[in-house]
């Protein structure tokens, strides 16, 4: 089994921030308050966080298995 997680910050995003109202992957309105992120991949913009888990894993998996080659065997802590 490999998990992978991302960095547990938040950061207010204004409208200018993130240049868009909707996610662009679904398309719907952001809420009030939602999580969001980009892809680590490509540039396709701001979204929900879980549609941004189903975009990478539906469109960077070689990459995202790659990621992981290359991590395994190494420290936690061992960043970079
Ligand atoms: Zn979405
Ligand atoms: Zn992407």
Redesign the pocket.
């Known amino acids: 089994m490999t998990l992978l997680w991302r960095d547990q910050w938040l950061k207010p995003l204004t409208d200018g921030d993130a240049g868009t109202d909707r996610?662009a992957?679904?398309g719907?309105k952001f809420g009030r308050i939602e999580f969001v992120t980009a892809c680590d991949f490509c540039g396709i913009g701001v979204?929900?966080d879980q549609?941004a888990n189903r975009h990478i894993l539906a469109k960077h998996r070689k990459e995202v298995d790659a990621k992981i080659a290359s991590h395994r065997d190494k420290p936690l802590h061992d960043f970079q």
């Open positions: 996610c992957l679904c719907k979204m929900h549609c």
